[in-house]
């Protein structure tokens, strides 16, 4: 495969195309629906040599998975260590760990004060040797090979927070701005530093080498520390050596040689290319966060880096697109197209193919394809046609851990599928916390849930609902050996998932639901379970049943605002057209009233699948979609933009009229663009000082609408509960999921689960 620059580019503006109408290819979906045509899949449990080691199949864990997971030294905790153990039980052949920075003392985000780390260390010598031996030997036990990954550092993309803690700027190749607050900038790194950063790599490699762990693997995409100076957007370096933007990565890897010797594996992370020009266009001139990184390292130059780096020593190597000021590309949220990277590990293939680029050792360079592949077909189909190498799956695994196996008994309907939503894994270790799952109760506390207990006391119990809350319940107390009885008002299990799984773009969500289905019938099969599905269950039904335990997760009603003329024939709630399209029908100008998630699925939903040429979204808070993780809103954003609709933040209804909708919208000149993607919006414990003060300078405007749309969010409905309470129907009560508090499948998912196990 020969291309020109000009090729390249087009390249790259097709993907950026694909990735916001791939649905309306009608083949789009094969194999994302979890099918099971290329069973028995040979080429996924293939063994694969790299370098002096060989992965008992093609199934990479992608690195996630340890950010708050070490004791104060940074030694890997027992947290750690049951969770990627459980991961190497499930299967996998190679096991990667999230990053592991190697510039402390120089990067300033990477440590808090007291010398105190979100991130497990390796710098520290044999404080921390006994945790990652254990590690190695405990993944060595079920056959998986592990790499750590090693990072020289966040630069800008760390968090600002060590300016107003540590007074001292965040760092980068050049003069940066920091992604979190752009006004903020991130100085230089001095020539001595980058040597530090250097020999601490191949100081780490050797200390890992010596722990047991299999390879190193380096981190150099998505606008990491590594990429910021191995790329010229963000190197802009004038003087020295390491203005040559290749040369510090070069310098990392044989500097690693030197120390570990020619057979110990080196794989390395990169991006094609940062997209940013692909994604914003003309835009790039005109943001001034954006403006500096306009000269990125082409895919050209990206090819020529790593034709390099395989000549300097590594040997393995991934592939994806995108950094953090679009962050759904390195990110790739539920909207993204299944197997959306796979085209980019085959041009890298057929690239190292045609230019007969071998590793040292003599070998084939493999590569590896990321960007949700939790789909075996669609990982098979891309093995055999010599798409890739190897298949890396990040979130499918924090989903269930066991895919690898249940793949390999083609048990592909018992996986726990990813739903893509990132609430668990991203967003909760972004807030504060550690990597978990919003399907998965028991990821990242393997070390707590480690056995289901059996019942001390069988029980008979009731759970009403069969959303993710009453579905976990019921399967697992029923697992435990209680005689369960479960009761849904409709005829199948998933609650309000069930029309927010309509959409194309939520094929990750109708495959759990389709899964929550599933696993009550092999509940109900296996165990005492049994369905009460169509029937409406009262105080009275529950008290007649006499049962030991109540667990109500009835849900949430939908928040009806105090509009004028919201009781109008043209009104209908997000769920009313998500479960029938056909009220929509005809209709050519649509306005949905809240910019949430809710809201913004929908307007994409009847923009693009149900083509209604005009949409527009209300919103009266600042931020658009602003409780979503950041690729996922910046994903939405970014698309609905590329289909014209219009959104309206600040920005508040005051009346429905039968053409029209009225509202007061904020003119003020500092109202935030509600376009932007390119920035995050802060959680709430790191205050942006340089926020601008917003006053109100409201005009009223009218637009004109034949469909409206409420997506004003929803409230819990506890009137079961407290009647079941008042009449003391039970010696046991329990309220799960969004009747507690409306919230996330995540939220939903923990409750259920911690119930069913403790009754």
Not at 331 to 350: Q, S, T
Not at 373 to 402: F, N, S, T, V, W
Not at 688 to 716: E, Q, Y
Request: proline content about 7%.
């Amino acid at each position: 495969m020969k291309y020109n620059i000009r090729q390249y580019d087009l390249t790259l503006k097709k993907w950026t195309e694909y990735f916001g109408n791939w649905f309306d290819n009608p083949g789009s979906l094969k194999g994302a629906m979890m099918e099971t045509d290329l069973y028995p899949y040979t080429a996924l449990f293939e063994p694969i040599t790299i370098n002096s080691v060989t992965s008992k199949n093609r199934i990479v864990m992608a690195p996630m998975g340890n950010i708050c997971m070490a004791d104060e030294t940074g030694r890997p905790s027992q947290k750690m260590i049951s969770y990627f153990t459980e991961r190497a039980k499930g299967g996998v052949g190679l096991i990667t760990s999230g990053l592991i920075p190697v510039s402390h003392g120089i990067d300033p985000s990477v440590t808090e004060p007291g010398e105190l780390s979100m991130f497990p260390r390796i710098d520290r010598s044999r404080t921390t040797f006994p945790g990652w031996r254990n590690l190695a030997e405990s993944l060595h036990a079920f056959g998986a090979l592990f790499f750590i990954q090693l990072t020289p550092g966040l630069g800008r993309v760390g968090s600002p927070e060590c300016l107003v803690k540590k007074h001292k700027f965040p760092v980068s190749a050049s003069w940066n701005p920091n992604f979190y607050i752009p006004q903020l900038p991130c100085r230089p790194l001095t020539f001595f530093e980058l040597r530090r950063i250097i020999k601490n790599t191949g100081q780490a490699a050797a200390d890992a080498k010596a722990m047991l762990i299999d390879g190193v693997y380096l981190h150099g995409h998505e606008g990491y520390l590594l990429e910021q100076m191995t790329n010229p957007a963000f190197n802009r370096r004038m003087f020295g050596p390491y203005r040559n933007w290749q040369k510090f990565g070069l310098d990392l890897v044989r500097e690693i040689r030197k120390r570990c010797g020619n057979s110990y594996p080196i794989m390395y992370r990169i991006d094609l290319s940062l997209m940013l020009n692909a994604t914003y266009g003309e835009r790039m001139n005109k943001i001034s966060s954006l403006k500096k990184f306009r000269k990125e390292r082409s895919v050209e130059m990206t090819l020529d880096y790593l034709r390099n780096l395989v000549a300097a020593g590594v040997d393995l190597v991934d592939v994806d697109l995108g950094c953090y000021d679009n962050w759904w590309l390195p990110h790739p949220p539920d909207a993204m197209p299944p197997g959306c990277f796979i085209e980019v590990a085959e041009l890298v293939k057929k690239f190292f193919k045609d230019q007969n680029i071998k590793a040292n050792t003599g070998q084939e360079v493999p590569v590896v394809a990321v960007g949700k592949l939790g789909y075996p077909d669609i990982a098979e189909r891309a093995l055999k046609r010599d798409q890739c190498d190897m298949i890396m799956l990040g979130r499918p695994l924090l989903a269930d851990p066991h895919w690898p196996n249940k793949v390999y008994a083609g048990r592909i309907k018992d996986i726990i599928p990813c739903i893509g939503d990132q609430e668990g894994c991203f967003k909760e270790f972004i807030e504060g916390g550690h990597p978990q799952c919003g399907v998965n109760p028991r990821t990242a506390f393997e070390d707590v849930y480690t056995t289901l207990p059996p019942a001390k006391k069988k029980k008979k119990v009731a759970v009403v609902g069969a959303g993710p809350a009453g579905v976990m319940c019921a399967c697992t107390a029923a697992e435990r050996g209680h005689d369960v009885t479960i009761y849904n008002k409709f005829d199948k299990a998933g609650g309000l998932l069930i029309p927010g799984s309509v959409p194309k773009i939520k094929f990750d969500l109708l495959n759990y639901v389709n899964y929550l289905n599933k696993r009550l019938s092999c509940t109900a099969k296996d165990y005492s379970l049994k369905t009460e599905f169509g029937k409406t269950a009262t105080a009275t039904t529950l008290k007649s049943g006499k049962f030991d335990t109540v667990v109500i997760a009835t849900g949430a009603q939908w928040v009806t605002p105090p509009i004028q003329g919201i009781n109008q024939p043209h009104v209908f709630q997000a769920v009313e057209i998500l479960s029938n399209p056909d009220k929509a029908a005809g209709k050519q100008r649509a306005v949905i009233i809240g910019g949430g998630t809710v809201g913004c699925e929908t307007a994409h939903f009847v923009s693009y699948e149900l083509g209604i040429p005009e949409v527009s979204i209300i919103e009266m808070n600042t931020e658009i979609m602003a409780e979503a993780f950041t690729a996922n809103r910046g994903y939405m954003i970014h698309y609905l933009r590329e289909n014209g609709v219009k959104l309206l933040n600040c920005t508040t209804v005051t009346a429905i009229k039968p053409d029209s909708v009225e509202a007061d919208r904020n003119v003020y000149k500092k109202v935030p663009d509600p376009y932007i993607t390119w920035k995050p919006i802060l959680p709430e414990n790191i205050p942006n000082p340089f926020a601008p003060k917003i006053k109100n300078r409201f005009s009223r405007i009218s637009i004109p609408a034949d469909l409206v749309i409420l997506a004003t969010g929803w409230k819990s409905d506890r009137s079961l509960y407290e009647e079941c309470v008042r009449r003391q129907i039970s010696p046991e009560i329990y309220i799960a999921g969004d009747v507690y508090e409306p919230g996330r499948v995540f939220e939903a998912t923990k409750a259920g689960y911690a119930i069913g196990r403790s009754i």
